[in-house]
């Protein structure tokens, strides 16, 4: 069986009086039929090489759909009168998105039937919803590509109508003004996909006539608009990857002009929400960690910024939430999410407890003021996820919905731990794991998949899977490495990993696995790696510094030609992504990029077998980045180890839509990784 092959057109890219050959550079052209080709022919060598497996990919298929249950619905929550909730019912794909008036004994009325929407495309996906608050008209934005561009449609509550209003070519970020009839929305640019312009429309009205309420000029912010909990305010936050900045306009007055909260300065970043005659802000002004500060709306700059909960060395402030009674935060500490409730009449301030040695716990949807109880989600690599009520004065932690997994689930019957591994500069690296305890033997024959990510302080949380469960009742261990790049251990965390110090996402990757062979956790014969979009970048580092290190990789939409990339301002996310891997048109940048970037960095190695994934419409990791280094790979690598390139011809960057189409490229995942170990 012949490995495709594509042809080779040398193109000569130059700086800094440094000349690259890129023999793939064509491949960028989608619409040369060449390229499809080449795309069409991988995915056939992929399926004809594991044609062997194809009833075994169906079985795992059905093994994971068969561990969720199809007729299954989110937990309510009650705003303004209703319960809202999501649903899904047995044989459906998508989701039913439903309310209930006053009490959930109340009539079912299903507002938004995502199944009926989505007959007849390949693939759609709902992105945001909003209601008017006077529950009349609802705003909703789909996908029909999976390139992430949005339609805005409005649909009327009382009649169940569509409405003719359609806002084409949208981020689908929206946010209602308190007239009901002004939607918010922002817009991106057609080729470089930054969301950069802030429009209103009217309700009724051609969007011919929709108003730019803002643009964002600068290249390295992007700009989204939302409304504080207290509905008081609508807000445009724009953000680069060091810097924001806030408008405020008050929602009662749609067509006023929005108001600076703070002007933006370097390496200053701020959220804000409101509560009663203040901006409540998360910020990190002389703040690495983050602290949370007040100041009046009449003076919200800078200079009137004071501390509620000050900085502290140890703890990373994630978030925080307002009630009537209570400020509640989300905080880091050790590598562990904790949730804190401050009662606003002075009283003691205590913290959420949890069990498990490694977990994730967060705030979940609260967006009512006047009530004692905090909702929050639950879930570690051994506890499914989890719905509690917590009430802030008595105490009492109530779980609403634990994700029930069909066929049956023994907690008991896995462990989970958390070991730190030693970097090559004696930092001690967190690592989370969790395997089935009869199948497991300490003596390095186990097999092991070890994911991570590593980049835009993006915190690899420890969380239950069920589909993992395929792999673990199978002999694997799961592990999960909370390299630097992340920001598992507060905000300096993320700081050495990135920029001129990427290079210890990299090596922290490589002293875990080591650190796990050594502890014989499993050895390379049987170690497995695996990360996705920046995750991707990091997998083809790590298998060219160490490729004897691992028996298999898995890289998903990897990001792979970084210097390329960066060097091309015309592709989506470019300009906005300086700040977190550097501009190569600086000498510094480019040379420090170009000692890790996978692509470049190819070479006549006998790397590991290799199974990488792909979206023809990815917005965010092109399809043609994946697919030069799979065409560099088959003319570069020594060796017999296998070689796949998996393109979804249908899809972007979050893969196939749907509830279960998705499982089949997981399927293909596990059954390349159960493929090399003989396990099928």
């Given at each position: 069986?012949?490995a495709?092959?594509?042809k080779?057109?040398?193109?000569?890219?130059?700086i800094?009086?440094?000349?690259r050959?890129?023999?793939?550079?064509?491949?960028?052209?989608?619409?040369?039929?060449?390229?499809?080709?080449?795309?069409?022919?991988?995915?056939?060598?992929?399926?004809?090489?594991?044609?062997?497996?194809?009833?075994?990919?169906?079985?795992?298929?059905?093994?994971?759909?068969?561990?969720?249950?199809?007729d299954?619905?989110?937990v309510?929550?009650?705003?303004?009168?209703?319960y809202?909730?999501?649903?899904y019912?047995?044989?459906?794909?998508?989701?039913?998105?439903?309310?209930?008036?006053?009490?959930?004994?109340?009539?079912?009325?299903?507002?938004?039937?995502?199944?009926?929407?989505?007959?007849?495309?390949s693939?759609?996906?709902?992105?945001?919803?909003?209601?008017?608050?006077?529950?009349k008209?609802?705003?909703?934005?789909?996908?029909?590509?999976?390139?992430?561009?949005?339609?805005?449609?409005?649909?009327?509550?009382?009649?169940?109508e569509?409405?003719?209003?359609?806002?084409?070519?949208?981020?689908?970020n929206?946010?209602?003004a308190?007239?009901?009839?002004?939607?918010?929305?922002?817009?991106?640019?057609?080729?470089?996909?930054?969301?950069f312009?802030?429009?209103?429309?009217?309700l009724?009205?051609?969007?011919?006539?929709?108003?730019?309420v803002?643009?964002?000029?600068?290249?390295?912010?992007?700009?989204?608009?939302?409304?504080?909990?207290?509905?008081?305010?609508?807000?445009?936050?724009?953000?680069?990857?060091?810097?924001?900045?806030i408008?405020?306009?008050?929602?009662?007055?749609?067509?006023?002009?929005?108001?600076?909260?703070?002007?933006?300065?370097?390496?200053?970043?701020?959220?804000?929400?409101?509560?009663?005659?203040h901006f409540w802000i998360?910020?990190?002004?002389?703040?690495?960690?983050?602290?949370?500060?007040?100041?009046?709306?009449?003076?919200?700059?800078?200079?009137s910024?004071?501390?509620?909960?000050?900085?502290?060395?140890?703890?990373?402030?994630?978030?925080?939430?307002?009630?009537?009674?209570?400020?509640?935060?989300?905080?880091?500490?050790?590598?562990?999410?904790?949730?804190n409730?401050?009662?606003?009449?002075?009283?003691?301030?205590?913290?959420?407890?949890?069990?498990?040695?490694?977990y994730?716990?967060?705030?979940?949807?609260?967006?009512?003021?006047?009530?004692?109880?905090?909702?929050f989600?639950?879930?570690?690599?051994?506890?499914?996820?989890?719905?509690?009520?917590?009430?802030?004065?008595?105490?009492?932690?109530?779980?609403?919905?634990?994700?029930?997994?069909?066929g049956?689930?023994?907690?008991?019957?896995?462990?989970?731990?958390?070991?730190?591994?030693?970097?090559?500069?004696?930092?001690?690296?967190p690592?989370s794991?969790?395997?089935?305890?009869?199948?497991?033997?300490?003596?390095?024959?186990n097999?092991?998949?070890?994911?991570?990510?590593?980049?835009?302080?993006?915190?690899?949380d420890?969380?239950?899977?069920?589909?993992?469960?395929?792999?673990?009742?199978?002999?694997?261990?799961?592990?999960?490495?909370?390299?630097?790049?992340?920001e598992d251990?507060?905000?300096?965390?993320?700081?050495?990993?990135k920029?001129?110090?990427?290079?210890?996402t990299?090596t922290?990757?490589?002293?875990?696995?080591?650190?796990?062979?050594?502890?014989?956790?499993?050895?390379?014969?049987?170690?497995y790696?695996?990360?996705?979009?920046?995750?991707?970048?990091?997998?083809?580092?790590?298998?060219?510094?160490?490729?004897d290190?691992?028996?298999?990789?898995?890289?998903?939409?990897?990001?792979?030609d970084?210097?390329?990339?960066?060097?091309?301002?015309?592709?989506?996310?470019?300009?906005?992504?300086?700040?977190?891997?550097?501009n190569?048109?600086?000498?510094?940048?480019y040379?420090?990029?170009?000692?890790?970037?996978?692509y470049?960095?190819?070479?006549?190695?006998?790397?590991?077998h290799?199974?990488?994934?792909?979206?023809?419409?990815?917005?965010?990791?092109?399809y043609?980045?994946?697919?030069?280094?799979?065409?560099?790979?088959r003319?570069?690598?020594?060796?017999?180890?296998?070689?796949?390139?998996?393109?979804?011809?249908?899809?972007?960057?979050?893969?196939?839509?749907?509830?279960?189409?998705?499982l089949?490229?997981?399927?293909?995942?596990?059954?390349?990784?159960?493929?090399?170990?003989?396990?099928?």
């Amino acid at each position: 069986m012949q490995a495709p092959k594509a042809k080779k057109i040398a193109q000569l890219l130059e700086i800094h009086g440094h000349q690259r050959t890129d023999n793939y550079y064509w491949m960028r052209d989608r619409d040369n039929p060449e390229v499809i080709e080449y795309l069409n022919a991988e995915n056939e060598y992929l399926k004809n090489s594991l044609k062997a497996t194809e009833k075994f990919q169906e079985k795992l298929f059905q093994e994971m759909k068969g561990r969720i249950k199809e007729d299954d619905e989110s937990v309510p929550y009650f705003k303004s009168g209703y319960y809202w909730y999501v649903k899904y019912e047995t044989g459906g794909e998508y989701p039913l998105y439903c309310r209930k008036k006053g009490s959930l004994d109340a009539d079912e009325e299903v507002f938004l039937d995502v199944n009926k929407l989505a007959e007849g495309k390949s693939y759609y996906q709902v992105g945001s919803t909003a209601a008017t608050s006077d529950l009349k008209t609802l705003a909703f934005a789909t996908d029909t590509v999976g390139r992430r561009i949005y339609g805005i449609s409005f649909k009327d509550f009382e009649t169940g109508e569509i409405l003719p209003d359609h806002i084409p070519s949208t981020t689908g970020n929206i946010a209602w003004a308190e007239d009901h009839q002004t939607l918010f929305y922002t817009k991106q640019d057609p080729e470089t996909l930054r969301s950069f312009q802030v429009y209103s429309h009217q309700l009724g009205t051609s969007t011919d006539t929709d108003r730019l309420v803002y643009e964002e000029k600068d290249e390295e912010f992007s700009c989204v608009v939302h409304k504080t909990k207290s509905e008081k305010f609508i807000l445009i936050h724009s953000e680069s990857t060091i810097s924001s900045e806030i408008r405020f306009l008050d929602a009662a007055n749609p067509y006023g002009t929005f108001q600076l909260l703070q002007s933006r300065i370097p390496h200053l970043e701020y959220a804000a929400d409101h509560y009663e005659n203040h901006f409540w802000i998360r910020t990190n002004h002389e703040a690495q960690n983050f602290k949370l500060v007040k100041a009046p709306i009449s003076s919200p700059a800078l200079e009137s910024w004071e501390d509620v909960i000050p900085h502290r060395e140890s703890v990373l402030l994630e978030d925080f939430d307002i009630f009537s009674g209570f400020l509640v935060t989300q905080e880091r500490s050790n590598g562990l999410c904790t949730i804190n409730i401050k009662p606003w009449d002075g009283t003691a301030e205590h913290s959420l407890e949890f069990d498990d040695e490694t977990y994730t716990a967060w705030i979940s949807t609260n967006p009512e003021f006047n009530t004692p109880i905090l909702r929050f989600g639950y879930n570690s690599l051994v506890t499914p996820a989890s719905t509690f009520d917590y009430h802030m004065i008595t105490k009492e932690k109530t779980l609403l919905k634990q994700q029930e997994i069909l066929g049956g689930y023994e907690a008991t019957e896995y462990t989970s731990a958390r070991i730190w591994a030693q970097a090559t500069d004696g930092v001690m690296i967190p690592v989370s794991l969790v395997y089935k305890i009869d199948k497991f033997t300490p003596d390095g024959s186990n097999p092991l998949l070890l994911y991570s990510y590593g980049s835009y302080g993006f915190s690899m949380d420890a969380y239950f899977s069920s589909s993992r469960l395929s792999l673990l009742d199978r002999g694997f261990v799961f592990a999960i490495a909370h390299i630097r790049g992340g920001e598992d251990l507060g905000r300096a965390w993320y700081e050495d990993g990135k920029l001129l110090k990427k290079r210890n996402t990299f090596t922290d990757y490589i002293a875990c696995a080591e650190h796990l062979i050594n502890e014989k956790y499993t050895s390379s014969a049987h170690l497995y790696a695996m990360g996705g979009s920046a995750g991707g970048l990091l997998m083809g580092a790590v298998m060219n510094m160490r490729p004897d290190l691992f028996n298999g990789i898995i890289a998903a939409v990897p990001f792979v030609d970084v210097v390329t990339t960066m060097l091309d301002e015309n592709i989506p996310l470019t300009t906005g992504e300086f700040q977190e891997w550097g501009n190569p048109k600086n000498k510094e940048f480019y040379e420090y990029m170009l000692s890790y970037s996978p692509y470049d960095n190819v070479e006549a190695k006998d790397y590991p077998h290799l199974l990488i994934t792909s979206g023809l419409h990815d917005s965010q990791v092109q399809y043609w980045e994946p697919t030069k280094w799979v065409a560099k790979l088959r003319e570069m690598k020594t060796g017999s180890k296998l070689l796949f390139l998996y393109t979804n011809m249908e899809a972007g960057h979050g893969g196939a839509s749907g509830r279960f189409n998705s499982l089949k490229e997981l399927a293909l995942e596990y059954t390349f990784l159960l493929y090399l170990e003989k396990l099928i």
